[in-house]
């Protein structure tokens, strides 16, 4: 995908860490260095379907895929005016639910290098691998890159990833959960 494309998610701007993000999904490929995850276009066409309401889909931008059943992150542009890397990032999942995962893009890369699909639920939502877990083929290259761009250490346990969860959803739950029951109640 050529970075025109994917700006378009952002109202035709971006960032250069978010290009970079681009970059290194595109050349490890779509699902191939964190299991579910890639970087896409999106219309707005699924987060519409939560509502069509112009003030809600304003404040969204959906940029990647979270799970292979279509669950899809976004980001919050919550009004705080934040570059787009300081944006919040929420998890809305494909048969209901939404959450916050991250404070910000880099916590979002972070959680990636667990290499599990993210659960969402209407209640909760995390990360877990069982016993039959494989590796991703581009995983070892994706952590080196976040190293070498963002000085950002891998997450290798639920608890490390718990403890993303929790600090982002201490920081943006409550206001994330007012601001969008103006548009959407489950």
Same mark, same amino acid.
């Given at each position: 995908?050529?970075?025109?494309?994917?700006?378009?998610?952002?109202?035709?701007?971006?960032?250069?860490?978010?290009?970079?993000?681009? =970059?290194?999904?595109?050349?490890?490929?779509?699902? &191939?260095?964190?299991?579910?995850?890639? %970087? *896409?276009?999106? @219309?707005?066409?699924?987060?519409?379907?939560?509502?069509?309401?112009?003030?809600?889909?304003?404040?969204?931008?959906?940029?990647?895929?979270?799970?292979?059943?279509?669950?899809?992150?976004?980001?919050?542009?919550?009004?705080?005016?934040?570059?787009?890397?300081?944006?919040?990032?929420?998890?809305?999942?494909? =048969?209901?639910?939404?959450?916050?995962?991250?404070? &910000?893009?880099?916590?979002?890369?972070? %959680? *990636?290098?667990? @290499?599990?699909?993210?659960?969402?639920?209407?209640?909760?939502?995390?990360?877990?691998?069982?016993?039959?877990?494989?590796?991703?083929?581009?995983?070892?290259?994706?952590?080196?890159?976040?190293?070498?761009?963002?000085?950002?250490?891998?997450?290798?346990?639920?608890?490390?990833?718990?403890?993303?969860?929790?600090?982002?959803?201490?920081?943006?739950?409550?206001?994330?959960?007012?601001?969008?029951?103006?548009?959407?109640?489950?």
């Amino acid at each position: 995908m050529k970075i025109n494309k994917f700006k378009k998610n952002f109202n035709d701007s971006i960032t250069g860490e978010l290009a970079l993000f681009l =970059e290194i999904n595109e050349e490890l490929g779509f699902e &191939n260095y964190s299991q579910g995850f890639g %970087l *896409l276009r999106d @219309d707005k066409s699924g987060i519409a379907t939560w509502s069509k309401d112009p003030d809600f889909l304003d404040k969204l931008m959906p940029f990647a895929q979270a799970n292979c059943s279509g669950s899809m992150y976004v980001l919050w542009n919550n009004g705080e005016n934040k570059s787009l890397n300081e944006l919040p990032v929420v998890v809305f999942g494909d =048969e209901g639910g939404y959450h916050v995962v991250a404070k &910000n893009i880099f916590e979002l890369m972070q %959680l *990636l290098t667990f @290499d599990t699909e993210i659960t969402v639920s209407h209640k909760e939502v995390y990360f877990y691998k069982d016993n039959d877990y494989e590796e991703s083929e581009g995983l070892a290259e994706y952590k080196l890159w976040l190293k070498e761009n963002f000085n950002q250490d891998p997450v290798y346990t639920t608890d490390e990833t718990y403890s993303i969860l929790e600090n982002a959803q201490k920081m943006y739950k409550t206001d994330f959960e007012k601001w969008v029951s103006q548009y959407y109640s489950e």
